[in-house]
């Protein structure tokens, strides 16, 4: 089958650059990429809460992302869509079902894959966990991952890393209903796979300055992150990052994985 993925992208160009992974996805990896580009409404979610407005400028993003984006459409003509639209996007599930919508223009069913913009994945783990739902009879695949909170500081705990989401669907053309938690359209047997991805979603200053606002963490978060930064004792308690926060059990360590 062919092994298709979307993604909803904004100010990520150190995410696509991260690894060489965007052109590492599209010479070694995918038959197809779909990704859609630009901000989501604030209040489009309980998650989505904060002010973009410095981020963005007539709903696209202020970095380098679309020049990324363009070039590599210009490269991989054949292989990679990007989809822009007037203004703020809706919300996120839009974003994502109108990478669907294309995507289904071109296949109408195969391996879809969730690969959000901060998180990476090698080509034999696609392999495995695509197998693994062929032999378990299953539809859906969820996935752990390594929670990425600095530079080859990991964070592990119930919430964090030891959790699992949708990422994978042996996919007939079905809709997503949301984004989160990922949700398709698609009844059937759903399994965890066995290989993990890598979520590098709080090592880049300029992601967690965005979400610390965006995400309604605060300041205070931000600080916290930047301070643990500079420790060179592990293991540390999660809680030391993430105050307050309900169900925030686990520690942070400080581990090098070689993802690719």
Known sequence: MNRLAFTICFNAAHHLLHNNYAEYLLTDVLDYWVISEGAVMSGSSPYCIGDNTEYQIDGRSIDSTNEVLDDLKTRFPDKVVVLRK???WNSKTEMENS???????KYPEGWLWQIDADEQWTASDLLCNEQYLLDNNARIGDAKFYQYV???IIAIGDNWGGNSMSRLWKWQGEKCITHEPPVMDIS???VLMPQKFHHYSYVHDCDVRFKSNWYGYGEEFYQRWKKLQMQTEFPR???ELFIGWEGVGGVIIKQQIKPM
């Open 150 to 152: 600095g530079k080859d």
């Open 188 to 190: 059937g047997k759903t």
């Open 237 to 239: 308690p999660l809680s």
């Open 99 to 105: 990478a669907i919508d294309t995507i289904r223009e």
């Open 86 to 88: 007037p203004g703020l």
